[in-house]
């Protein structure tokens, strides 16, 4: 179920309404008593698996750097 909020309320409790929002809330804005803007949650990303590349990083990866690069680096 959303909750209907007017701008000027909203500025004064943006933080808390951003929080409720984040725990799942649903929150309409509204401007003169008429929807006008949506407060919703984001979609989590998906969690990241261990071992996507296994076998795509050679050996070459794990070479020291060269002296210049190393101290583009460095900088």
């Known amino acids: 179920m959303a909750t209907t909020v007017n701008i000027h309320e909203a ?11 984040h725990d799942g809330e649903e929150i309409i804005l509204a401007k003169a008593g008429k929807p006008y803007a949506r407060l919703v949650p984001l979609k989590h990303k998906k969690e990241r698996v261990p071992g ?3 076998g795509r990083v050679t050996e070459a990866f794990f070479e020291p750097l060269p002296p210049e690069e190393q101290e583009a680096w460095e900088r």
Do not use: F, Y
């Open 11 to 21: 500025k004064t409790h943006l933080s808390r309404l951003v929080q409720r929002a």
């Open 52 to 54: 996507m590349v296994k």
